[in-house]
């Protein structure tokens, strides 16, 4: 079983910074893209960034760009997402997941296999 353990939640101020990672045990993560979504209470869950398997690659959803920076060590079995200038519209439970596939950068829900537990992130205005 994949398990990944995400970190690094926090309550902070507008305009500060966060680093979430996430950490997974199985042995062929290298193999899979990473993504990082977010829930805020009463909406949908959401997309906010993905990476490809190798790191090559980065997508992320428009509020975020030039903000957030996804990023991963293979050798660590750990994928990162770097927060910069946080508002309060990014509070939410942000959780890390593993793609179904070897192929691409997804972003839907339904492309992802499994999931961290999510950690909190509070920011005040």
């Known amino acids: 079983q994949v398990q990944l353990v995400e970190s690094g939640g926090g309550l902070v101020q507008a305009g500060d910074s966060l680093r979430l990672s996430c950490t997974g045990s199985?042995?062929?993560?290298?193999?899979?893209?990473m993504g990082w979504f977010r829930q805020a209470p009463g909406n949908e869950r959401e997309f906010v960034a993905s990476i490809s398997a190798s790191g090559g690659i980065t997508i992320y959803t428009d509020s975020v760009k030039g903000r957030f920076t996804i990023s991963r060590d293979n050798a660590k079995n750990t994928v990162y997402l770097q927060m910069n200038s946080l508002k309060p519209e990014d509070t939410a439970v942000y959780y890390c997941?593993?793609?179904?596939?070897?192929?691409?950068?997804?972003?839907?829900?339904?492309?992802?296999?499994?999931w961290g537990q999510g950690t909190q992130v509070t920011v005040s205005s």
């Open positions: 997941a593993r793609a179904s596939g070897i192929v691409g950068v997804p972003r839907r829900l339904t492309e992802y296999a499994y």
């Open positions: 199985g042995r062929t993560f290298r193999n899979y893209a």
